[in-house]
C-alpha cells in the first residue's frame, strides 16, 4: 500500500454550495489500495485509475463546502484548503517544473527550492488555485533504456513489429510514471499540491522536446505514436487525476483530440488551448482546438486568464528565425522557434488568436495570457481600446535560468517591436522593479484580486517578490 505520492488535488468544479475536487494518489502497488479519505461528509473510497507495472494510480472524487477553509485527511495527515472563492482571491502559476537532462539526479534542495518558497507564500496567505502553464515534467528521458527509442528522435528503426512497440509503450508507460512519482513527491510540491487544487495544460516537455514541430514525417513514425499516446495517457492520469473515461466531461472537444479546457471561478474563467495535440509544421492547433477555444471565449466572466503554454505576446522572432536557418550549425534550434506563435509559419494563426482575444476584450471581459516556456520572467501587452491586455511570463519554478547573455539577447530583440496586428502594438516590459526586459532567474508568479481590483507580482529566486502590477 505505501503511498509513493500524492494526494494531488485537481479542480473539477465550483457547484453552489460545494468544491468539486479530484485527488491524485499513487501506491507502490496496485493489489492494496490507500487508505481512505476523510472530510466532514464521511469517508471516501479510492477508485482505481490504472495500474501501471505493478504500481497504483488511484483518484478520490470528493467535494469540501464553499466558504472559509475546510480541511480533510488522509493518511494520519490533515490538509486545510481555501474554498472562499467570492472575495479576494491569490491564483499561483508556475511552469517549467524540471529540466532536460538528469532532472530527477539533481540535489533535492536546489532542484525545489521554489516550491519550498511557494509553499512558505502559501502558510502565510492561502492560494485557492494553482496554474500549471506546461511542462509540468520533463519527459526527455523516457525514451532512453528501450532499444526501439533509446536514439530517440534520430536512426528509429523503420518499420518495429507489433510486439516490439507494445514493450516500448510499457517501458514508456513505466517511465512516464516514475518521472510523475518523483516530481510530485518533491519538497514542496507534495505539501501545495495537497492544499491547492490545480489546473494543469501541458506543452512539449510533457511528451517531448518540440512535440509537433519535429517535422510530419517523424509525428506519424510508429515510435512517435505509441510514444504520444503514453504521453497523453500520462497526461491525463497524472495532470487530469483522469482516464479515457472522463474525457467527455473535461475537455472542450468530447472526442478528446484537443484537450483545451475552460473552468470558471466567480468573476473568472480560466481558458487552456491545447497547443500539442493537433500541433503540426504548419498549424499550432487543428479544427477541433478551434471549435473548442471558439466555444470557451463565449461569454467568459469579466477577468479572462488565458493560459498559453508557449508565451501569446513576444518579440519579432522572424529575424532569428531567418537567421538560424540560415547557419547550419544552429539550425538544430529552429524547432524551438517553430513552436512560437510569432514563428512565420503560424502568423495568420497568431492573428487569428489575437482577434479573437480583442473580440473577448471588446465584450466586456480583461484577458490576462500567462506563459511559461523561456525560462525566464518577462511581461508583455497588447494595445486594445479598453487598455493593455497583459501577458505574464512566468518561467521556470524548477528549470534554471538560461545565460544571462540569451535573457539580453531577446531583450535587444524585443525592441524591435511587433505588430502582427497593425493597429494593435505589442510592447515587451520588464517586470515591476526591474531595468531590463528578461529577468534570468527562477520564478513564480501570483495573481491577486482584491477588493475586485487585479494585480500581479512574481516571486524571484534572487531578487524577492517584486511590486504589484495592476493587470
Ligand atoms: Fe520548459
Known amino acids: 500500500?505505501?503511498?509513493?505520492?500524492?494526494?494531488?488535488?485537481?479542480?473539477?468544479?465550483?457547484?453552489?454550495?460545494?468544491?468539486?475536487?479530484?485527488?491524485?494518489?499513487?501506491?507502490?502497488?496496485?493489489?492494496?489500495?490507500?487508505?481512505?479519505?476523510?472530510?466532514?461528509?464521511?469517508?471516501?473510497?479510492?477508485?482505481?485509475?490504472?495500474?501501471?507495472?505493478?504500481?497504483?494510480?488511484?483518484?478520490?472524487?470528493f467535494a469540501l463546502p464553499r466558504g472559509g477553509r475546510p480541511s480533510y485527511s488522509f493518511d494520519g495527515v490533515s490538509h486545510r484548503v481555501a474554498t472562499d472563492f467570492d472575495g479576494d482571491l491569490r491564483i499561483g502559476f508556475v511552469s517549467c517544473n524540471g529540466e532536460e537532462h538528469g532532472d530527477l539526479d539533481r540535489d533535492e534542495a536546489e532542484r525545489n527550492a521554489m516550491w519550498r518558497h511557494m509553499r512558505e507564500a502559501h502558510l502565510q496567505s492561502p492560494f485557492h488555485l494553482i496554474l500549471h502553464g506546461g511542462d509540468q515534467v520533463y519527459a526527455d528521458e523516457v525514451t532512453r533504456g528501450h532499444a526501439l527509442s533509446e536514439s530517440w528522435p534520430e536512426d528509429l528503426e523503420e518499420a518495429p513489429g507489433a510486439e516490439a512497440l507494445d514493450d516500448l509503450e510499457d517501458h514508456l508507460r513505466r517511465g512516464f510514471l516514475e518521472r510523475y512519482r518523483l516530481t510530485y513527491a518533491g519538497a514542496g510540491f507534495a505539501r501545495m499540491a495537497a492544499e491547492v487544487p490545480a489546473l494543469m495544460i501541458w506543452d512539449?516537455?510533457?511528451?517531448?522536446?518540440?512535440?509537433?514541430?519535429?517535422?510530419?514525417?517523424?509525428?506519424?513514425?510508429p515510435i512517435a505514436r505509441r510514444l504520444f499516446r503514453a504521453a497523453r495517457e500520462a497526461f491525463l492520469l497524472y495532470q487530469q487525476a483522469a482516464t479515457e473515461d472522463d474525457v467527455p466531461a473535461l475537455f472542450l472537444d468530447p472526442k478528446g483530440r484537443s484537450l483545451s479546457f475552460r473552468r470558471d471561478l466567480p468573476g473568472v474563467s480560466v481558458i487552456a488551448p491545447d497547443l500539442r495535440s493537433e500541433r503540426g509544421m504548419e498549424r499550432i492547433m487543428g479544427p477541433?482546438?478551434?471549435?473548442?477555444?471558439?466555444?470557451?471565449?463565449?461569454?467568459?466572466?469579466?477577468?479572462?486568464?488565458?493560459?498559453?503554454?508557449?508565451?501569446?505576446?513576444?518579440?519579432?522572432?522572424?529575424?532569428?528565425?531567418?537567421?538560424?536557418?540560415?547557419?547550419?550549425?544552429?539550425?538544430?534550434?529552429?524547432?524551438?522557434?517553430?513552436?512560437?506563435?510569432?514563428?512565420?509559419?503560424?502568423?495568420?494563426?497568431?492573428?487569428?488568436?489575437?482577434?479573437?482575444?480583442?473580440?473577448?476584450?471588446?465584450?466586456?471581459s480583461d484577458v490576462t495570457a500567462l506563459s511559461g516556456e523561456i525560462h525566464l520572467a518577462t511581461r508583455a501587452t497588447l494595445d486594445s481600446p479598453r487598455g493593455p491586455v497583459h501577458q505574464l511570463v512566468a518561467s521556470g519554478i524548477a528549470h534554471r535560468a538560461p545565460p544571462k547573455a540569451w535573457a539580453w539577447m531577446l531583450g535587444t530583440l524585443?525592441?524591435?517591436?511587433?505588430?502582427?496586428?497593425?493597429?494593435?502594438?505589442?510592447?515587451?516590459?520588464?517586470?515591476?522593479?526591474?531595468?531590463?526586459?528578461?529577468?534570468?532567474?527562477?520564478?513564480?508568479?501570483?495573481?491577486?484580486?482584491?477588493?475586485?481590483?487585479w494585480s500581479a507580482r512574481w516571486a524571484l529566486e534572487e531578487s524577492g517578490v517584486t511590486p504589484a502590477l495592476p493587470i
Open 288 to 364: 477541433a482546438g478551434w471549435q473548442g477555444f471558439e466555444t470557451a471565449a463565449e461569454a467568459p466572466e469579466e477577468r479572462v486568464l488565458l493560459v498559453s503554454s508557449v508565451p501569446l505576446l513576444g518579440p519579432r522572432l522572424s529575424i532569428l528565425e531567418r537567421l538560424m536557418n540560415a547557419i547550419p550549425t544552429m539550425q538544430k534550434y529552429e524547432d524551438d522557434l517553430r513552436d512560437q506563435w510569432q514563428s512565420r509559419a503560424h502568423r495568420a494563426e497568431w492573428q487569428r488568436m489575437l482577434r479573437r482575444v480583442l473580440e473577448i476584450e471588446a465584450g466586456g
Open 414 to 453: 524585443a525592441r524591435l517591436g511587433e505588430a502582427p496586428l497593425p493597429e494593435h502594438p505589442i510592447r515587451i516590459a520588464p517586470l515591476p522593479g526591474r531595468g531590463t526586459n528578461y529577468t534570468a532567474e527562477r520564478n513564480y508568479l501570483m495573481l491577486e484580486r482584491e477588493g475586485g481590483v
Open 1 to 61: 500500500m505505501p503511498v509513493t505520492a500524492g494526494p494531488v488535488l485537481i479542480f473539477r468544479a465550483l457547484d453552489d454550495s460545494v468544491l468539486r475536487l479530484a485527488a491524485l494518489v499513487l501506491t507502490d502497488s496496485a493489489e492494496s489500495p490507500p487508505p481512505e479519505l476523510e472530510t466532514e461528509a464521511g469517508r471516501v473510497a479510492p477508485r482505481l485509475l490504472a495500474e501501471i507495472g505493478g504500481e497504483g494510480v488511484w483518484r478520490f472524487d
Open 204 to 221: 512539449d516537455h510533457d511528451i517531448c522536446d518540440g512535440w509537433g514541430s519535429l517535422g510530419e514525417e517523424l509525428a506519424a513514425h
